[in-house]
């Protein structure tokens, strides 16, 4: 009898705690726009409502209304600098952090982040990024150490347990951001503040919200794309995040130079896609990387052990709790073989020039004149955002890789390097 009456208490009371703890999710947006008229406005207005119908906590940072300083100055460390011959924002940021002697504004930002389960960045899309104003919330507020470490970072990171979404307008259609179109695949876009922020700092990052040009768009057309973010946000914490590559893929010593393991290299050579949107391996990006969510993979044995190495995800079965679930990037055992990473691809290596392959190059290079490239796709691909290419004698592709790294030297024989002056 006192069994079955402490039985029946502690279900009650588990049921009571689960409800309670699912009610009180905690979300913070982090807004970036001047106008209360906006359709950013809006969007918060719909995202605040929606959340809290949910019963979920919203805080709130809206920018421009807090008048939030954007530059990293030593104004934001209190007190004496460790080095006072040179300043160096990150490493005096990080002491000030661990001493408790960050400035105050900093500090209120970080409580919030503490107290939030998920993050949501919303703003209208500046110059392929995040507004000034937000880029100095994130430039100060993820501190190094509150935010992330060497021995904290991406799936190991300090926030692994909580989400974070971007949720923006754009002035552009949205054929514009294809990978035909003319500001180049918006997954790429996403790249630097999904991965290189969101994600390096451990949060599992949401498919982003993407309001296509409502500034260019009729009345209706602006509702409908309100009523969809409604509709998502009721599901809202029940979504898989997007797949990143976990760190384990990696060898994690300064020796090893933080390369993919080779093993893992050796896999993909046989795939189709690279790794992420960033880890591309010379390959076609894995489709929608930055955009949607993988589906869970049901026949994990063998066509998707290929998969498997990045994206095996637990299916999220109970959704609503998960929120609370850990990062659903699942850990790859280490590689033992990671001796030898370090020296496999040389990323330094100035490329050779291309003499007959002048078309391919200036159809690639709009901006920066390609060095050539004389025998290697791969190293040409490695260069792509770094250094200007060489000209490349046999490979459209490898010219086409390097686009974003290395110059392209003149090419002699052809008509369509002359453009270049
Ligand atoms: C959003 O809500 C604020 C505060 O209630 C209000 O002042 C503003 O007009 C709303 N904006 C839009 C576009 O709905
Ligand atoms: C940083 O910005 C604030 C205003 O937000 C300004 O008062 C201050 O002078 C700036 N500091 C530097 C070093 O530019
Ligand atoms: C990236 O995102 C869009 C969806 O907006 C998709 O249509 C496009 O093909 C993607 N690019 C790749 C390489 O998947």
Redesign the pocket.
């Known amino acids: 009898m006192l069994y079955a009456v402490c039985l029946y208490v502690c279900v009650c009371v588990c049921v009571c705690v689960c409800v309670c703890v699912t009610a009180q999710k905690t979300v913070l947006i982090v807004y970036a726009h001047q106008s209360p008229g906006s359709f950013n406005a809006a969007v918060r207005n719909v995202t605040v409502k929606a959340l809290e119908e949910q019963g979920c906590r919203v805080i709130m940072s809206d920018l421009y209304a807090m ?1 939030f ?3 990293a ?3 934001d460390i209190i007190g004496d600098w460790k080095n006072p011959e040179l300043f160096q924002y990150g490493e005096e940021t990080m002491h000030a952090w661990k001493e408790g002697r960050l400035s105050e504004d900093i500090v209120a930002e970080q409580n919030k982040i503490k107290e939030a389960d998920l993050v949501i960045f919303q703003f209208p899309l500046y110059w392929f990024s995040v507004p000034a104003i937000m880029k100095g919330w994130m430039d100060r507020v993820l501190t190094q150490g509150f935010a992330f470490s060497l021995e904290k970072m991406y799936n190991n990171g300090v926030f692994k347990d909580k989400k974070a979404m971007l949720s923006f307008s754009t002035g552009a259609m949205p054929t514009m951001f294809r990978p035909d179109g003319i500001n180049g695949d918006i997954n790429v876009t996403l790249w630097p503040l999904q991965n290189g922020i969101l994600h390096f700092c451990g949060f599992q990052v949401l498919a982003p919200q993407i309001f296509w040009c409502p500034v260019h768009s009729p009345h209706v057309a602006r509702t409908a794309m309100l009523e969809g973010w409604q509709a998502r946000l009721k599901g809202l914490f029940a979504e898989r995040p997007l797949t990143f590559a976990p760190c384990e893929l990696f060898d994690l010593s300064f020796q090893g130079g933080f390369l993919l393991h080779p093993s893992v290299r050796e896999e993909y050579r046989s795939l189709p896609y690279g790794i992420t949107t960033g880890h591309h391996l010379g390959k076609p990006l894995p489709p929608d990387n930055q955009i949607t969510a993988q589906p869970p993979d049901e026949n994990s044995g063998n066509s998707a052990s290929e998969d498997n190495q990045i994206t095996a995800q637990p299916p999220d079965e109970d959704s609503a709790n998960s929120a609370c679930e850990d990062n659903q990037i699942t850990p790859q055992p280490p590689d033992e073989d990671s001796a030898n990473s370090a020296s496999e691809d040389n990323q330094i290596t100035a490329q050779p020039p291309d003499e007959n392959s002048a078309n391919s190059a200036c159809e690639d290079n709009q901006i920066t004149p390609q060095p050539p490239d004389e025998d290697s796709a791969n190293s040409a691909s490695e260069d792509n955002q770094i250094t200007p290419q060489p000209p490349d004698e046999d490979s459209a592709n490898s010219a086409s890789e390097d686009n974003q790294i290395t110059a392209q030297p003149p090419d002699e024989n052809s008509a369509n390097s002359a453009s270049e002056d």
């Open positions: 008048n300083r954007a530059n100055t030593y104004d």
